[in-house]
């Protein structure tokens, strides 16, 4: 049975950073499509960044980001740790909310099978 397991949140002063960690078991996340999803208050869930499986392709291990995020966050992954990272600097009060680690096996983000169970991240002074 698939699991994500997420690590990482807290209380964070905006400025500060945060590291975003996501354990996968059975599914490997070198060869799987993974990516990050939030709930922020008052807003509908929205995907902060993806990065596609590693298949030989041309679009193999391409990253997208959320545009509020782009040159403040960064998606990396290792293998011999089957983990998901979401690299987050530069953080603002907004990117507060509950962070979802996402997978599919398949090559296309925003269409994911198995997510995980969430983990705070609240910025604020």
């Known amino acids: 049975q698939v699991q994500l397991v997420e690590s990482g949140g807290g209380l964070v002063q905006p400025g500060g950073s945060l590291r975003l960690s996501c354990v996968a078991s059975?599914?490997?996340?070198?060869?799987?499509?993974m990516g990050w999803f939030r709930r922020t208050p008052g807003k509908e869930r929205e995907e902060v960044s993806c990065i596609t499986r590693n298949d030989g392709s041309t679009a193999s291990g391409r990253t997208t980001y959320l545009d509020s995020v782009k040159g403040r966050f960064t998606i990396t992954r290792d293998s011999s740790k089957n983990t998901v990272y979401l690299q987050m600097n530069n953080l603002k009060p907004e990117d507060t909310g509950d962070y979802y680690c996402?997978?599919?096996?398949?090559?296309?983000?925003?269409?994911?099978?198995?997510w995980g169970q969430g983990t705070r991240v609240t910025v604020s002074s």
């Open positions: 059975v599914l490997p996340v070198h060869y799987s499509t």
């Open positions: 996402v997978a599919t096996r398949g090559t296309i983000c925003s269409d994911y099978d198995y």
